[in-house]
């Protein structure tokens, strides 16, 4: 096992490490909010499971940051990488308080849970590829904005160019026309 880290500063959730994911493996993050995890919680007091996903093999999943699940998963979830198993120890303030949870979970309990982060996925509706191409496509739009800014622009001066051209030509016209006039008289 890994050393301990205090996530709090105040002992109130404590990370194990019990094995490493492996390189380049991916955490949560806002593109990323949605978790699956294995998980077994035990009462720190007994060592008595409350909870476990492993008896029926089944994932648990909830959405970062939520408030769907105890403080202490919080905080301890997002320094946590695909394939990573840790050991969370979690104070009563970061879990379930005075309250507790019964009839499992008796009041101002501490908790261990060994936690598997088995996935890291986006929120419905979108995807890494859509978060992605979104970027993109905003990007893209404000290079043509930009280009078509520019085009109204050089338009605008062209336009302002020929109506020159044109006054100048009238004058030329006029004047040809009053320098015509002088020299006649009959």
């Not at 120890?89 to 008796?106: L, V």
Request: charge should be neutral.
């Amino acid at each position: 096992m890994g050393d301990s880290v205090d996530l709090t500063g105040d002992g109130g959730v404590i990370k194990t490490i019990i094995r490493n994911a492996k390189a380049g493996a991916l955490g949560p993050s806002e593109d990323l909010p949605l978790l699956d995890v294995h998980y077994e919680g035990t009462l720190a007091e007994s060592g008595v499971a409350f909870d476990t996903t492993h008896e029926d093999n089944t994932v648990f999943s909830f959405e970062l940051g939520k408030g769907s699940v105890i403080q202490a998963w919080d905080i301890a979830m997002r320094t946590m990488k695909v394939g990573e198993v840790a050991k969370i120890t979690c104070k009563p303030e970061y879990a379930y308080g005075s309250a507790g949870s019964p009839p499992d979970i008796p009041p101002d309990a501490t908790l261990i849970f060994e936690v598997e982060l088995v996935a890291c996925k986006p929120r419905k509706g979108s995807s890494m590829s859509s978060v992605s191409d979104d970027r993109a496509r905003l990007e893209e739009l404000k290079k043509q904005r930009e280009l078509a800014a520019a085009a109204k622009e050089e338009e605008k001066k062209r336009r302002e160019e020929a109506k020159a051209a044109a006054a100048a030509r009238m004058q030329a016209k006029l004047e040809s026309k009053k320098g015509k006039g002088k020299g006649k008289s009959k």
